[in-house]
C-alpha cells in the first residue's frame, strides 16, 4: 500500500550502498564514520559472527595444519634424494634403492597431504552452506520485521542485490578465501624454518624482498577498499534500474521510450563497469609486482646458494630443498596478495549486508498493548496530523468518527493524502500528532498484528504469488475448507471462470498471474478479502482493473459483503461510491467536503467539480 506513488509517501528512494546506517556510529542523521572506524566496526562484526563456528573453522585449521605440513615434508625429502645421488655420483656406486624408498615415502606424504586438502576443502563447504543459510534466513527475517517506510526509502533492486550477490560474495570469501589464508600461513611459517635450519645466510635475502612486497599489499588495500564498497553499491543501483525497467516493459514500449532506456541503462551499466574496473583494476596490481619480488628472491637465492657450495658451507641437496621451501614460502605470499581484493569484496558486502541487518524493525507494541478482537469498527480520529518528512506534513488535524458497518469514501485529487490515511489506520506508519482510536482505544495500545487482522485489504496494484488458485485465494485463511473458497469466488464473480480452466481451482499461477488477464487478477484479490471476513475492510481502487460489467457484478457482492462492516473505500471512479454512507473529499492533507454522494453534489464544490469532469 505504501509507496503507491499517489504523491503522498515518502520522498525519493535512497541507496543503501551510498551509507553505512545502523549500528554504532551509523544512526540516521548522525555525522558519517570515519573509514578506519567503519571499517573496524564492520571486521569486529564479521569475526563475532564467524566465532560461532569456531568449532568447525578449529576442525578446519587442524586438517588444514596437517595438510600443509605433510607436504612441507616433500622439499626436505627431495633434498635428501640428492645428496643420496650427488654422493654416489663422487663415490661411483649410487644407491637407487635409498633413493626409490625416499621418492615412495615423497609420494606417500603428498598423497597423504592431498587427501587432507580436499577433506578441508568438503568441510569448508558445509561450514559455509549453514553460513549462507543462516545469513539469507536472518536478512529474510530482519525484511519482515521493517517497517513499510524502510521498502518506500529503499529500492527494491537493492535489496534483492543484498539478499543474493552480497551474501553470494561474502560466501565465497568465507568458503575459499579463508581456506587459502590458513594453508598460506602454516606453508609460509613451515617453509620458514625449514629455510632457517638449512641456511639462515639464504633467509637474509627475503628479508628485503618480503617487507617491500607487505608495505606495496598494504598501500594498495587501502586505497582499493572504498573501490570495492564502491562496487557494491553500483551493482544494487544497476539491479534496482533493471528491476524497474523489467516491471515497466508495457510502459515503456507505450511510450516508445526504449532508446531513452537504453541510454540510462547504458549510463548506469557504464558506471557499474567503471566500478568494477577500477576495483579489480588496482586489486590485480598487487600480484604481479609480488610476483616479481618473488622471482627476484629465487634469483639472488641461486646466485648466494651457488657462491655458498662451492665454498662447501651448503650441500647441492641443501639447495635444492631451499629452492623449493622458498617457492612454497613465495607462493603463498603471492596468492594472498591476489585474494586480498576478493577479501575487499567481501568486506564491503559484509558491510551491506550488517547494514541492512541493523536497520530498526518495526517498532514494538507498546508495553501493556492488548490484543483486538471482533472489532465492532467503529474507528475515530481525533486532530490527527501526519508527515513522511519532518518538514512536510501531508495530513492537517484531521477529525473524523466512523460508525460501525458505515461504507465510508475518501475521494480527492492525487497526493492529497488518500493512501496514507489508509497507512495510519493499518499502523503502517504512527500519527505525528492526535489519535487514532478503534471502538474507543488508541490504536497504539493494541498490537499491530491483531489491528491488522480486523482489516480485509484489496489493493489497486494486485498480488498473487506462484501458487494454485486455491492457494491464492486461501491465503489469508489457509486453514479454509474448499466450499468456503468456492462461496467467496462466487461472491466475487470469478468461480464460473475457475471451472473453465483445465485444472479448476488447482491451476498453478505463474509470476504474478501472467497467465490470467489484470481483471481476473484483482477479481480473485478480491476473493480472497471476503474470505477472510474480517470486520473491516479497505478497498483502494479495487474495481479500477475490471470492466463495467463485472465492475456491476463487484458492487453487487461487495453490497452484501459489506453489510455490518466498517469499509474504506478510496476511489477516482466515483460510480463505485455514489451508494456510500458517507464520501470524504481530501484536498492537501485536508477534508474539505464530506456528506452523501447527493448532498455533495448540491454543495457545488470539489466532489461536484471531480464528479463533473468524469461524466459530463
Request: proline content about 3%; aromatic content about 8%.
Amino acid at each position: 500500500m505504501a509507496g503507491r506513488g499517489h504523491g503522498s509517501g515518502p520522498g525519493g528512494r535512497s541507496f543503501a550502498g551510498g551509507s553505512f546506517r545502523g549500528g554504532p556510529g551509523g544512526i540516521r542523521g548522525g555525522a558519517p564514520q570515519m573509514e578506519p572506524e567503519r571499517r573496524r566496526h564492520t571486521l569486529h562484526r564479521l569475526i563475532l559472527f564467524l566465532m560461532e563456528y569456531k568449532w568447525g573453522f578449529g576442525a578446519a585449521f587442524i586438517l588444514s595444519v596437517g595438510g600443509n605440513l605433510l607436504a612441507l615434508i616433500g622439499p626436505q625429502l627431495s633434498g635428501q634424494a640428492v645428496d643420496v645421488i650427488e654422493k654416489g655420483l663422487a663415490a661411483g656406486h649410487i644407491e637407487f634403492e635409498r633413493v626409490v624408498t625416499i621418492c615412495l615415502w615423497m609420494l606417500f606424504f603428498y598423497c597423504l597431504s592431498s587427501i587432507l586438502t580436499y577433506i578441508l576443502s568438503a568441510w569448508m563447504l558445509k561450514i559455509s552452506k549453514q553460513i549462507s543459510l543462516r545469513l539469507r534466513r536472518e536478512v529474510f527475517d530482519r525484511l519482515l520485521s521493517l517497517p513499510v517506510s524502510y521498502f518506500d526509502e529503499h529500492a527494491i533492486g537493492d535489496i534483492i542485490s543484498k539478499i543474493s550477490y552480497d551474501i553470494d560474495t561474502l560466501n565465497g570469501g568465507i568458503s575459499q578465501d579463508l581456506v587459502a589464508i590458513f594453508s598460506s600461513v602454516i606453508t609460509v611459517a613451515g617453509s620458514l624454518l625449514s629455510m632457517i635450519l638449512i641456511s639462515p645466510k639464504l633467509v637474509c635475502v627475503f628479508a628485503v624482498t618480503v617487507p617491500l612486497s607487505m608495505l606495496l599489499t598494504k598501500k594498495i588495500t587501502s586505497l582499493t577498499r572504498p573501490m570495492f564498497r564502491r562496487r557494491s553499491g553500483k551493482l544494487g543501483e544497476l539491479n534496482a534500474l533493471s528491476e524497474e525497467l523489467i516491471t515497466g516493459q508495457k510502459t515503456l514500449k507505450a511510450y516508445h521510450q526504449e532508446e531513452n532506456t537504453r541510454v540510462k541503462y547504458a549510463a548506469m551499466n557504464e558506471a557499474a563497469a567503471e566500478a568494477y574496473y577500477q576495483a579489480d583494476y588496482y586489486g590485480a596490481m598487487v600480484g604481479p609486482f609480488v610476483n616479481f619480488m618473488n622471482n627476484l628472491s629465487m634469483t639472488l637465492v641461486s646466485v648466494l646458494g651457488a657462491l655458498m657450495y662451492l665454498r662447501a658451507e651448503i650441500s647441492l641437496g641443501q639447495i635444492s630443498a631451499f629452492v623449493l621451501y622458498s617457492r612454497k614460502f613465495s607462493g603463498p605470499i603471492n596468492e594472498v596478495a591476489n585474494i586480498m581484493g576478493e577479501l575487499q569484496s567481501a568486506l564491503a558486502a559484509a558491510e551491506r549486508i550488517f547494514q541492512l541487518l541493523d536497520e530498526e524493525p518495526e517498532k514494538a507494541d507498546a508495553p501493556g498493548a492488548v490484543e483486538l478482537n471482533n472489532a465492532r469498527g467503529r474507528v475515530t480520529l481525533k486532530d490527527v496530523s501526519f508527515g513522511y518528512h519532518p518538514e512536510k506534513q501531508i495530513l492537517h488535524h484531521l477529525n473524523l468518527d466512523v460508525e460501525p458497518g458505515s461504507q465510508i469514501a475518501i475521494v480527492g485529487p492525487t497526493g492529497a493524502g488518500k493512501t496514507t490515511l489508509i497507512n495510519l489506520l493499518m499502523r503502517f506508519y504512527d500519527a505525528d500528532e492526535g489519535t487514532i482510536q478503534v471502538d474507543g482505544r488508541d490504536i497504539r495500545e493494541i498490537t499491530r498484528k491483531s489491528l491488522r487482522r480486523q482489516y480485509a485489504m484489496v489493493l489497486q496494484d494486485t498480488w498473487l504469488f506462484e501458487g494454485t488458485i486455491y492457494e491464492n485465494i486461501a491465503y489469508g485463511k489457509t486453514d479454509a475448507a474448499k466450499a468456503e473458497i468456492e462461496r467467496a469466488a462466487r461472491m466475487a464473480g470469478i468461480h464460473s471462470y475457475i471451472l473453465q480452466l483445465p485444472q479448476g481451482y488447482e491451476t498453478i499461477l505463474t509470476d504474478e498471474g501472467t497467465n490470467i488477464s489484470k481483471g481476473q487478477k484483482q477479481l480473485l484479490t478480491i476473493a480472497r478479502a471476503i474470505l477472510l471476513d474480517a470486520h473491516m475492510l479497505i478497498l483502494d481502487e479495487a474495481t479500477s482493473n475490471v470492466d463495467t460489467r463485472t465492475e456491476q457484478r463487484i458492487q453487487k457482492a461487495m453490497t452484501t459483503l459489506m453489510q455490518g462492516k466498517t469499509c474504506f473505500i478510496i476511489a477516482h471512479r466515483l460510480s463505485t461510491i455514489i451508494h456510500a454512507d458517507r464520501i470524504l473529499v481530501v484536498k492537501d492533507g485536508n477534508i474539505i467536503e464530506q456528506g452523501t454522494h447527493a448532498e455533495l453534489l448540491e454543495k457545488k464544490g470539489l466532489y461536484e467539480e471531480l464528479y463533473r469532469a468524469q461524466y459530463s
